[in-house]
């Protein structure tokens, strides 16, 4: 992998990590980005940002054809799911149609490697960890719009492109712009509060440290695999959101009081969603180096985030 990467989204959450990756690797990458979420303060010096909407096919040819990238990373896309389940055509139209005009756009010059950025929501509703072999039954409109992605990617594999297909499981940590519950809990605790509010205690998710999945997506892209192939991106750890709390009250040093708070609840929640990250490992040899502690006490002593609700 020595020419140049294109990444959508990548001014964001994931995106502005995987850049920095890349870059401290001396990859040149590009980046697209409407920057409703993100930021090109996020980006490194020197890394080439086109503001440019996904779903603009006259926008992403323009900067293909600039390009010429021998790898692309589509992860652009609406994912928090309140905003979603709010706007469910325009996620379509963002997750779906977005990924259909970048593909059409790459028929003209295919890349190497198209490396698309999915979600474990493609999965159906189940405890224990899951692995890639689960057949998928997503259970709202966000899991629907990225199993259709998926589907689209996977007809663009071909002799010259190998295709990766990359499900990713909950990540926290800086950078973060959607009031998922870590960042609600971090934002409210930063604030100086001793009680916080929460919806669902005992959900059980399984959070990946933005830094370790930067680098797992670093090394799917250098990696020797089939196509179309698909990976788990995971801790492959289960956490209840009453075990964060948990995990703050131990680097912040005093007691948390809980608040129920039904407005915080989701009508539609899994009791558990972890992965089984095993193929991963196996291929590529990823294993995640921040633990929850580290990760949340990096947060609550300074590094926040920059939630936009």
């Not at 401290?24 to 590009?30: E, I, L, N, R, S």
């Not at 040819?61 to 389940?85: C, G, K, N, S, Y």
Request: with cysteine; net charge negative; hydrophobic share 40%.
């Amino acid at each position: 992998m020595t020419g140049p990467i294109l990444i959508t989204g990548g001014a964001g959450f994931v995106g502005s990590h995987l850049v920095e990756r890349l870059v401290a690797d001396g990859q040149p990458v590009h980046v697209v980005d409407d920057l409703s979420r993100g930021s090109a303060d996020w980006l490194p010096d020197g890394v080439r940002l086109e503001v440019v909407d996904v779903r603009d096919a006259h926008g992403l040819r323009r900067v293909v054809e600039q390009v010429r990238p021998e790898t692309v990373v589509h992860l652009a896309a609406m994912h928090f799911i309140p905003d979603v389940d709010g706007a469910p055509e325009l996620a379509r139209d963002v997750n779906v149609g977005g990924t259909r005009a970048l593909l059409d756009v790459l028929t003209d010059s295919p890349p190497q490697r198209l490396l698309f950025a999915s979600t474990a929501a493609v999965y159906p509703d189940r405890t224990g960890p899951i692995a890639e072999t689960c057949a998928p039954a997503p259970l709202d409109v966000y899991g629907e719009t990225k199993l259709e992605g998926e589907r689209l990617v996977e007809g663009f594999a071909s002799a010259s492109t190998t295709v990766v297909l990359a499900r990713i499981f909950n990540v926290i940590g800086r950078r973060e712009t959607n009031a998922h519950v870590v960042p609600d809990l971090v934002g409210q605790l930063r604030g100086g509060s001793r009680s916080v509010k929460l919806g669902n205690l005992d959900s059980r998710r399984d959070y990946t440290d933005v830094r370790d999945m930067a680098d797992a997506l670093g090394r799917l892209l250098a990696a020797d695999v089939n196509s179309p192939s698909t990976f788990n991106i995971g801790s492959g750890r289960s956490v209840s959101v009453a075990e964060v709390v948990r995990v703050c009250e131990a680097v912040l040093g005093r007691t948390i009081d809980i608040e129920a708070d039904e407005q915080r609840r989701r009508r539609q929640d899994r009791a558990e969603l972890v992965a089984d990250a095993g193929l991963l490992r196996a291929t590529t040899g990823w294993e995640p180096r921040w633990e929850l502690r580290e990760t949340l006490a990096d947060l609550l002593n300074g590094a926040g985030y920059d939630l936009q609700v």
